[in-house]
T-cell receptor, first 117, second 111 residues
Framework: GAVVSQHPSWVICKSGTSVKIECRSL??????MFWYRQFPKQSLMLMAT?????????EQGVEKDKFLINHASLTLSTLTVTSAHPEDSSFYIC?????????????FGSGTRLTVV | RKEVEQDPGPFNVPEGATVAFNCTYS??????FFWYRQDCRKEPKLLMS???SGNEDGRFTAQLNRASQYISLLIRDSKLSDSATYLC????????????FGKGTHLIIQP
């Protein structure tokens, strides 16, 4: 089946620094990728939709200047958390729709656990 | 009303039991429905898609009632390895939309 590779798996950074998370679709092209965030004991919440070759679409309440998304190729989307603060500590997951798989669903990366100290 | 609502549980059931979860969604325009499984501190993994006619995959049966905006998941002959959080997931539109997740139902299978 379709695989989405996400790196790093976890990162600890100091407050005020920036962190980049990569999401790659392996063996398939993903015109659209999605970025989610999950706080403890909460559901996954869609942050933004990443579109190859164009600007990302952000959900209400998500700061586009803080969460920079770049989708420069059909297999790679990156999320950069700029000037991270402790409240940004969360589990970030990307996903892509794998239509070539049936029954298809949305394949998820393994997630990135970000801790800002 | 939340977009996707689930009973968070936890549900504690003995091994071998049959257990069912329910989920309701608020947007009648929703088009696709899924059950995902999420283990602790891991990414969600697709368990099965849900179709109006109902569908079965081994010990798992999913059903959709569009009129009532209700989705169910039935697990028969539960195994210890079924312990996880089960996420009800709805797709509002076509492929350009992200998924809307319920908070999940936590299932614990006891030996």
């Amino acid at each position: 089946g379709a695989v989405v590779s996400q790196h790093p798996s976890w990162v600890i950074c100091k407050s005020g620094t920036s962190v980049k998370i990569e999401c790659r679709s392996l063996d398939f092209q993903a015109t659209t990728m999605f970025w989610y965030r999950q706080f403890p004991k909460q559901s996954l919440m869609l942050m933004a939709t990443s579109n190859e070759g164009s600007k990302a679409t952000y959900e209400q309440g998500v700061e586009k200047d803080k969460f920079l998304i770049n989708h420069a190729s059909l297999t790679l989307s990156t999320l950069t958390v700029t000037s991270a603060h402790p409240e940004d500590s969360s589990f970030y997951i990307c996903s892509a729709e794998a239509r070539q798989d049936w029954p298809y669903g949305y394949t998820f990366g393994s997630g990135t656990r970000l801790t800002v100290v | 009303r939340k977009e996707v609502e689930q009973d968070p549980g936890p549900f504690n059931v003995p091994e071998g039991a049959t257990v069912a979860f329910n989920c309701t969604y608020s947007n009648s325009a929703s088009q696709s429905f899924f059950w995902y499984r999420q283990d602790c501190r891991k990414e969600p993994k697709l368990l099965m898609s849900v179709y109006s006619s109902g569908n079965e995959d081994g010990r798992f049966t999913a059903q959709l009632n569009r009129a009532s905006q209700y989705i169910s998941l039935l697990i028969r002959d539960s195994k210890l390895s079924d312990s996880a959080t089960y996420l009800c997931v709805v797709l509002k539109g076509g492929g350009a939309d992200g998924l809307t997740f319920g908070k999940g139902t936590h299932l614990i299978i006891q030996p």
